[in-house]
């Protein structure tokens, strides 16, 4: 068979070249890998890490959107290694498919960050993440403090919960769940329904129609997350019931839970902090050589009606 | 004396109530070249297909080389050196010629699991080379949907003499080929019997089969008429085997038919062509003028290939505005471009297959009936219920349809009502002009005779008629005129007072050509 | 008995009894009497509106004997783009709707476009606007939530009041007992039902499901039938965008996905054929109710997700096989 093969070897030669990254004296190149950009949460991640590195111009941040693809963030990992870059923030989508690359960049002499999920082992320079079990834990602890306020709950009757849980399958999900458990555990207080809403809205909306249509009495819904818990107050608008029920989420991102906290929709939201600034500035250190820990806890906030204005309250 | 390779005995084949061969017996010779030859459903395919093993079930015998057999599979029938090559291709375009040419006698190594590729090519080489084939190794390599069908059809050959066979049958080989391709199919012809293989060869046309029959068998209705030496057996003859001498003394035209009176044209194509797709292929139809009067009725006969099909759906606007030359209705030129065009101007087209092309069998009777009508009968794009089914009903009045009730599903009718229904649906169209292929196909005697009385009334009331049917008697007793094609030209005008069925089908195999391709 | 028989034989007996046959499972499995509340049936009819709305665009689609899997991806797009129209920039309903449903319809003209002139399969034609939807939507909102939160240019994020159409669409009416959506939703069966029983265009769409080479040598229209009945599904694709934009308060550019896969088995469990030719609104109808009630007595039975997946695909294949006509 007769191919052209003169303009193929010119593609394949360009294919290469173009991988490789245009190395400016002095700049550091950064490569960022992110799982995917379809939840807002994540879009706020690479934005955190925009911003931050816009401050230092000696930074130049490459993005890639693996698009909640294993095999395609494992592709992408490889790309960044084979093309040099000085430093790896990496948010996987999965821990144990995703180690083996990660490790091979760590074990190549480029350090890694670890971003808001794990992976396995300890082939990496950083690990920087929020508790989803502590931030589930203060939401309950949060939750029980108000229930324990209501006129019904003092007399003696025990308080109605309704849980809308992110989707099940994944471990922030399981996390935030147990740790509100964890809090509620021996408190006179039972969970009435529970529903998995899949961190959708229109979803939680569906799941909230239905408790109201069996349950008489809520006094409070816990949501893994925001966009759930907006949903289960627009349920419970549409059926007259909003100001019998407090309404508890967790992520508060700026433009979302903390706007909703501040018209009144939640009572409560906890950050989920996406740590894109805290990578940045480690990556700083790390690429001057300074030290950095290699297990970072990242602190929460708890935004409320009272402190929103103030930007929130930290945690313990 | 030359060796008898195959002895067919009583050969006698029925599908269900249908009898399709009745007692044939049929011989062939090495080194000969054995013509079988018949009108369309004479059964000269079903009795190729008992040889190549398709029927396994059959009356009478089969006798190779002397012993009898009975095949259970065409895999069986080829093995015993018989090859048929069918008028469908059957080669795989995505695989190489070689790879066809070999498929199910692949060269193997290793126990006949690895394809030996070499050794493939190297044999298929000379095989070709023994034919005087003229494919090139590099040729061979090249996948089969890179040739045009001329080429197709001599690979088609060579996979057929692939395995070595000394009975080759093969049905209309020349359809798609132009006059170079043909003479140096009959030199292959030459050279196969020089090799000692028999040939029975399928035709209609008149000029190949004088050209290379040693011997001509032909078949009528199942039946074998008469087998004889092709110098004994001289066109004449040959024609009236086909035809019958009862049918040909049957032929009359039926009383009380109107009297022929000066028409005005209603319906003129002059030098009307229709290509065919495709670089270098020549065209469906050629050339054709007519000019069809009103309250004319004019046939047109064919074999198969002639092009009569391809010339409505031409002149009907079917393949949009490819084809050349012009037409008239009424005195105005118009183009046929769309169906939806041609039916605005007065045009109809009752195609020949009622279930493919005719009828939405899903829908019914009367929603059928008013399709092709629906942008006369609803102006302002809004249906009439009402108006359509009385129109329906009408015509399940004028035209005798048995059925439960005009809301039936038309699936459910039987094939002649089902017929019916798509005439219904062009007359509904009041048209001037009306294409008809095969109106009376699949419909029974009763109702073949309805719709002769209903052409004749429509013809009576001004509308201009083409028909195409390959039923001779429709033609000859229902026609004021008879137009023979042949290989898309006109071979023969014929008026009713001077058609007989001999002079039809003669023109029809391109006898009288002045070309005697 | 014979009514029933014969009732049984037509296609909306079939999906009336399937209907009645979830309802039946509903009675029992009451949740504690709340499946005898209107408000349940209200919020089902809710729920399943936006899915309805879908489904209506798919029949005409079906029945010209093609598909559209772009339904979900142009609905998410319109969401997008009349929440920026509405919300963002306050035009006011009577030029923001206009403006999307024209942004549906040149979607569903250009999946048309690619079945009835460059003769590309269906599915494979609206995959690609499936696809280059989503994108075009993610695109034109940054990626992001178009919500009532608006980034100021300090970085803060100024609250924004609802617009008037986002209210009156995500409101009830009469006496609180019906929602706005199931009216829209209403609206659009009755709509599909003229164009396919009423208008001569209708009937091509049937004939050219039925058999299109038989219907274009009758003199129909077949490339406009197929542009239609595709237009129309975009158009019907962007009136479920700004109903779900209105009841989620923003335009998420995630909307819709999987929306096109429940969208063809309401048409399908209500008894339309994929093949085409056959079926109709009235069909589709009836298999949304099917899949809302199926949806909500599963919720309001607290049934774990697992358990709802599971039964759910055995009780839509059990509705279909019932469903299934004998061939004549």
Partial sequence: MTTPRTPFALLLTLALASNAFPKDAGKWVVGMSQCNLGEPWRVQMNADVRRAAAAHPELEVVFKDAQNDTLAQRAQIEEFVNSGVDLLIVSPKEAAPLTPPVAEAYRRGIPVIVLDRRVLGSDYTEFIGANNRLIGKAAGAWALRRLAELPAVRKGARARVVELQGLMTSIPAQDRGAGFHEALKGAPVDIVYTADMKWLEPQARLEMESALAVQPRIDLVFAHNDPGAHGAYLAAQAAGRERDIIFVGIDALAQEGQVYVRQGVLAATFEYPTGGREAVEDALKILRHESVEKEVTLRSRVFTPENVAGGGEWLR | ?517 | MRTLRRWIERPEGRALFALLFILAIGCVFNAHDAFFRWGTHRDMLRQVSVYGILACGMTLVIVTGGIDLSVGSVLGLCAVVFAQLSLHRGQPAVLAVPAVLAVGAAAGLASGAAVARFRIQPFIATLAMMVFARGLAKWLSGGEKVSRALQQPDGSFAYLDLPGAFERLDAKVWGGNVAVVTLVFLGCVALSWVVLTRLRYGRYLYATGGNEEAARLSGVPVRRAKLLAYGLSGVFSAVAGICQAAQEQQGDPEAGVSYELTAIAIAVIGGNSLAGGRGGVGLTLLGAMTIGYLEKILSINAVAESSRLMLTGAIILAAVLLQRRRVA
């Fill in chain 2, 1 to 517: 004396m030359p060796d008898k390779l195959l002895q067919l005995s009583n050969i006698g084949k029925r599908f269900g109530a249908n009898r399709v061969l009745d007692s044939v017996s049929f011989d062939l010779f090495a080194g000969e070249v054995h013509v079988l030859a018949g009108e369309n459903g004479a059964g000269k395919t079903t009795l190729i297909r008992i040889l190549a093993g398709i029927y396994p079930e059959h009356e009478g015998t089969l006798e190779l080389g002397g012993r009898i057999i009975r095949f259970r599979n065409p895999i069986e029938a080829s093995r015993h050196g018989i090859s048929v090559i069918h008028q469908e291709l059957s080669l795989v375009d995505s695989m190489s010629v070689a790879d066809n040419i070999c498929l199910g006698r692949e060269a193997a190594r290793a126990g006949g699991l690895w394809l030996d590729r070499r050794a493939q090519l190297e044999r298929v080489g000379a095989l070709c080379a023994r034919l005087d084939l003229r494919f090139s190794l590099e040729d061979l390599d090249r996948r089969a949907e890179q040739f045009p069908l001329s080429v197709k059809n001599r690979i088609e050959i060579a996979k057929a003499l692939a395995g070595d066979a000394r009975v080759i049958v093969m049905d209309e080989p020349t359809s798609a080929l132009n006059h170079a391709e043909v003479e140096r199919l009959f030199a292959l012809i030459e050279n196969l019997k020089g090799r000692g293989c028999g040939i029975i060869y399928i035709t209609h046309k008149m000029e190949e089969i004088y050209r290379v029959a040693d011997r001509i068998t032909v078949l009528r209705d199942g039946r074998r008429v008469g087998t004889a030496a092709a110098a004994e057996c001289p066109p004449p003859t040959l024609i009236r085997w086909m035809i019958g001498r009862d049918l040909a003394e049957q032929f009359a035209p039926p009383a009380g038919m109107p009297a022929a009176g000066p028409r005005a044209p209603r319906f003129v194509a002059s030098h009307f062509t229709v290509p065919r797709p495709g670089p270098g292929r020549p065209p469906a139809v050629e050339d054709l003028s007519i000019a069809v009067g009103a309250g004319e009725i004019v046939g047109f006969a064919g074999l198969q290939g002639a092009g009569c099909s391809e010339l409505f759906n031409g002149l009907f606007g079917a393949y949009g505005a490819v084809c050349g030359g012009r037409v008239e209705i009424d005195g105005e030129p118009v183009l046929p471009e769309s169906p939806g065009a041609s039916i605005r101007r007065g045009l109809a087209f009752l195609t020949g297959d009622r279930k493919g092309t005719g009828l939405v069998l899903g829908m019914s009777v009367e929603r059928n009936v008013s399709l092709a009508s629906l942008a006369r009968m609803s102006p302002w794009g809004v249906l009439a219920p009402g108006l359509e089914r009385s129109l329906a009903e009408h015509y399940v009045g004028a035209l005798g349809i048995r059925l439960d009730s005009v809301g039936q599903e038309t699936g459910a009718l039987s094939g002649g009502n089902q017929q019916k229904v798509a005439l219904a649906k062009w007359l509904a169209t009041r048209p001037r002009v009306l294409l008809l292929e095969e109106p009376t196909r699949g419909v029974d005697v009763g109702a073949k005779h309805e719709i002769y009385r209903l052409l004749r009334s429509l013809a009576a009331e001004g509308l201009a008629i083409l028909l195409i049917s390959t039923e001779l008697p429709e033609l000859l007793g229902l026609c004021d005129r008879i137009v023979a094609l042949h290989r898309g030209r006109v071979t023969g005008v014929f008026d009713r007072s001077a058609a007989t069925p001999e002079r039809v089908l003669a023109a029809a195999m391109g006898a009288d050509s002045p070309e005697g391709n």
